[in-house]
């Protein structure tokens, strides 16, 4: 979603039919100001209480799922126990696609790569079962440069 302004998540949180709170907003700015970071509950409420320390963590487990059910940002699992969440990156439009994730089994990396490569394949799959994909997820796991991927 690259770096949303104030106006432009009162907008979003407007077109979803919620209401404007501070919680919501602050939130959403903080998600916002770490991208591609894939912050716990408790990462994204350790940043939010340095200036905002009336907000509780039971308030930004809250927020988390308000802001997920309405596709304003997504959940991501490395498959290590750990839910992480992000800013959504297609503002729940649907049937648009997320990013890929590329995981380093060396140093636990995580990079994201945006390129959508199964586009041609899903057709495929629509054309011989009459299933249609209405999203996907990639996870990639290998070894970044630096624990002895090639360039």
Do not use: W
Request: glycine share 10%.
């Amino acid at each position: 979603m690259g770096t949303v302004s104030t106006d432009e998540f009162k907008e979003l949180l407007k077109s979803k039919g919620l209401k404007i709170t501070s919680q919501r907003l602050i939130m959403l700015e903080t998600l916002g100001r770490h991208p591609g970071e894939h912050l716990t509950a408790e990462e994204i409420y350790n940043l939010v209480k340095t200036e905002h320390p009336e907000i509780g963590l039971a308030t930004v487990y809250r927020t988390i799922q308000v802001l997920m059910e309405l596709h304003l940002i997504d959940r991501v699992n490395f498959d290590d126990g750990v839910e992480r969440y992000e800013l959504a990156h297609s503002t729940g439009s649907a049937g648009a696609h997320h990013h890929h994730h590329l995981i380093c089994l060396g140093c636990g990396k995580v990079l994201e790569f945006e390129e959508d490569m199964l586009e041609g394949l899903e057709l495929k799959i629509a054309e011989k079962t009459g299933f249609k994909v209405t999203d996907h997820e990639v996870k990639l796991y290998g070894y970044c440069k630096e624990c002895g991927g090639k360039n």
